[in-house]
Structure formats: C-alpha cells, structure tokens
C-alpha cells in the first residue's frame, strides 16, 4: 500500500522533529472533534 502525501510528510523525518509533529498534531486534532488534518498547499494543514 502507498502512502500519502500526508503521511510520508512525517515519516521522512528523523528523531526528535518525527516526535514533535506527531505530538503537535495529535494536540491540534484533540482540540475540537471537528478539525482535521488534510494535505494542502504543500504540507500538513488543519481546518
């Protein structure tokens, strides 16, 4: 299986960035039920 855009964004990184994008994102998602996590405009974007 391929991955996404998305997806290969945070996995290309190394230790410690890898861990703090995927903490930051997890935060941003907590926030509200209503927000998500799309590919835009080059990078990770939430709406």
């Known amino acids: ?10 996995l290309k990184h190394e230790e410690p960035h890898l861990s703090c994008f ?3 994102k997890e935060i941003i998602l907590s ?3 209503e ?4 590919w835009k405009y080059g990078m990770p974007f939430f709406s």
């Open 22 to 24: 995927l903490a930051l």
């Open 1 to 10: 299986m391929e991955l996404s855009q998305l997806e290969n964004f945070y």
């Open 31 to 33: 926030c509200n039920s």
């Open 35 to 38: 927000i998500s996590s799309t």
